[in-house]
């Protein structure tokens, strides 16, 4: 009997060895599991660059087999540029939600704040994710948060500028002072144009309202403007273009997709490329990835997009080897 009781106990005890030796699931192992995965989108406005990064973030989960109606469901908030809207959209989603995106800096910094320090949160097209605040790193995350990164290629966005405006001395550059991106973009491009003896001309708008009276003011005082990837002023690109068009001023955006709301050129990264490398880190964390040590995603190969009407209206002359790469790998706006 003592034998049995102690080959019972031998066994118990090997049991629970193993038991407590295995490694532990992470929460995202659990996830990929389930068979409907909640995820939660908060964007932080509506304007074409953070749409397409949006629609992005859906074909990239679709990339790694998650789809709606199959195994996850989607809720989407979309805070249209109000603080007190994206705070209460934030704490919302991280409540319900097991896996959050955040479009735009002020939203993943919103997730953030609301979630726990265990839920996924994978930001979608920051441009300055350790500047932010939102790693530690951009190697090593260190927590809940990774995500895709897109930084402006600004070297050769001025150069740009460059090429086709030989001319331009006095640069024009805007951005939005509650925008942490736009503002980091727009301090570094400055560098670049003293670097390169030109004449940087800083101007900040507090909001959209104000890009009415700025941009009016500033098109009289540069030769040429440079609009960041910033979303105040992506959002009110069309006020920006309008007073630049009546100076007989060019704008040079970041985004490709504010090209098509009137910018003359750029050389620029795609935006459903940003999102759609964010939604493919979503669903390899949803596999088991670790968002601590899973390095930010960087989308960092460019292309010329070009506006023909904006060109023919300024009557701009393109130098013949951009737009043979704007028509072969990039796009021409008609």
């Given at each position: 009997?003592?034998?049995?009781?102690?080959?019972?106990?031998?066994?118990?005890?090997?049991?629970?060895?193993?038991?407590?030796?295995?490694?532990?699931?992470?929460?995202?192992?659990k996830l990929a599991q389930q068979k409907n995965?909640?995820?939660?989108?908060?964007?932080?406005?509506?304007?074409?660059?953070?749409?397409?990064?949006?629609?992005?973030?859906?074909?990239?989960?679709?990339?790694?087999?998650?789809?709606?109606?199959?195994?996850?469901?989607?809720?989407?908030?979309?805070?249209?540029?109000?603080?007190?809207?994206?705070?209460?959209?934030?704490?919302?989603?991280?409540?319900?939600?097991?896996?959050?995106?955040?479009?735009?800096?002020?939203?993943?910094?919103?997730?953030?704040?609301?979630?726990?320090?265990?839920?996924?949160?994978?930001?979608?097209?920051?441009?300055?994710?350790?500047?932010?605040?939102?790693?530690?790193?951009?190697?090593?995350?260190?927590?809940?948060?990774?995500?895709?990164?897109?930084?402006?290629?600004?070297?050769?966005?001025?150069?740009?500028?460059?090429?086709?405006?030989?001319?331009?001395?006095?640069?024009?550059?805007?951005?939005?002072?509650?925008?942490?991106?736009?503002?980091?973009?727009?301090?570094?491009?400055?560098?670049?144009?003293?670097?390169?003896?030109?004449?940087?001309?800083?101007?900040?708008?507090?909001?959209?309202?104000?890009?009415?009276?700025?941009?009016?003011?500033?098109?009289?005082?540069?030769?040429?403007?440079?609009?960041?990837?910033?979303?105040?002023?992506?959002?009110?690109?069309?006020?920006?273009?309008?007073n630049a068009n009546q100076a007989g001023k060019?704008?040079?955006?970041?985004?490709?997709?504010?090209?098509?709301?009137?910018?003359?050129?750029?050389?620029?990264?795609?935006?459903?490329?940003?999102?759609?490398?964010?939604?493919?880190?979503?669903?390899?964390?949803?596999?088991?990835?670790?968002?601590?040590?899973?390095?930010?995603?960087?989308?960092?190969?460019?292309?010329?997009?070009?506006?023909?009407?904006?060109?023919?209206?300024?009557?701009?002359?393109?130098?013949?080897?951009i737009m043979q790469q704007a028509q072969k790998?990039?796009?021409?706006?008609?």
């Open positions: 009997m003592k034998r049995i009781i102690a080959f019972i106990g031998a066994i118990v005890a090997f049991l629970a060895v193993a038991l407590f030796t295995q490694p532990a699931q992470n929460d995202s192992t995965i909640k995820i939660g989108i908060l964007q932080l406005v509506s304007h074409p660059a953070l749409d397409q990064i949006h629609a992005g973030i859906i074909t990239g989960l679709k990339d790694e087999g998650f789809k709606e109606k199959k195994n996850i469901t989607i809720e989407f908030q979309n805070a249209q540029g109000d603080q007190s809207n994206l705070k209460t959209m934030a704490q919302q989603i991280a409540d319900r939600d097991d896996i959050l995106f955040g479009i735009a800096t002020p939203a993943a910094q919103a997730l953030v704040n609301s979630a726990n320090k265990t839920t996924p949160i994978i930001m979608a097209g920051i441009s300055d994710p350790a500047g932010s605040g939102l790693v530690k790193s951009e190697k090593h995350p260190g927590a809940n948060v990774t995500g895709s990164s897109g930084d402006s290629p600004l070297e050769k966005q001025l150069k740009l500028i460059q090429d086709i405006m030989p001319q331009a001395k006095n640069i024009g550059v805007i951005y939005t002072s509650s925008d942490a991106g736009g503002q980091s973009n727009a301090k570094k491009f400055v560098k670049l144009v003293k670097k390169a003896g030109l004449q940087p001309k800083l101007y900040t708008i507090a909001n959209t309202n104000d890009m009415q009276q700025i941009s009016q003011q500033m098109a009289g005082q540069v030769d040429a403007i440079y609009a960041p990837q910033d979303n105040g002023v992506a959002s009110s690109m069309k006020t920006l273009v309008n060019p704008v040079f955006p970041a985004a490709d997709t504010m090209v098509k709301d009137g910018g003359t050129a750029a050389y620029a990264i795609d935006q459903h490329d940003l999102g759609r490398l964010a939604g493919q880190m979503a669903g390899r964390v949803l596999k088991g990835k670790k968002t601590a040590t899973y390095p930010v995603g960087f989308v960092v190969k460019g292309k010329y997009v070009l506006n023909q009407d904006q060109i023919d209206k300024l009557h701009i002359k393109i130098p013949a080897k790998n990039g796009r021409v706006i008609k």
